[in-house]
């Protein structure tokens, strides 16, 4: 039995790191800015990312928070520039895409 448990603490660590494996996109141009019924703030771009995200978006997190404040400000100034941006995201297990970095 104890065997059993560590086993199934193993494998739930495993699937945790590999959810959270981040993904980096570099040129990529915004398509547009939004805040979902979640009240989460995220983007879209014009290309495509190399993996696939829910609805095509990487959030960016709760419009209140000074982190996304920082994000959003970065996006609508690439977004107003034409400027191409650089994106880290991580997939999460229910497949949507959380930034964790932006620049421009």
């Not at 993904?23 to 983007?43: A, C, L, R, W």
């Not at 650089?86 to 930034?99: E, H």
Request: one cysteine or more; a neutral charge; proline letters at 3%.
């Amino acid at each position: 039995m104890k065997f059993k448990a560590m086993a199934a603490i193993a494998l739930a660590s495993l699937l945790t790191c590999a959810s959270a494996i981040a993904t980096e996109d570099d040129g990529k141009t915004i398509q547009g800015v939004g805040v979902g019924v979640n009240q989460s703030v995220y983007v879209t771009f014009n290309e495509p990312l190399q993996v696939t995200c829910a609805y095509n978006t990487v959030n960016l997190g709760d419009p209140n928070s000074a982190y996304t404040k920082a994000l959003l400000a970065i996006v609508l100034t690439a977004e107003a520039s034409s400027r191409p941006v650089r994106v880290v995201y991580s997939s999460q297990s229910d497949g949507t895409c959380v930034a964790t970095l932006i620049s421009a």
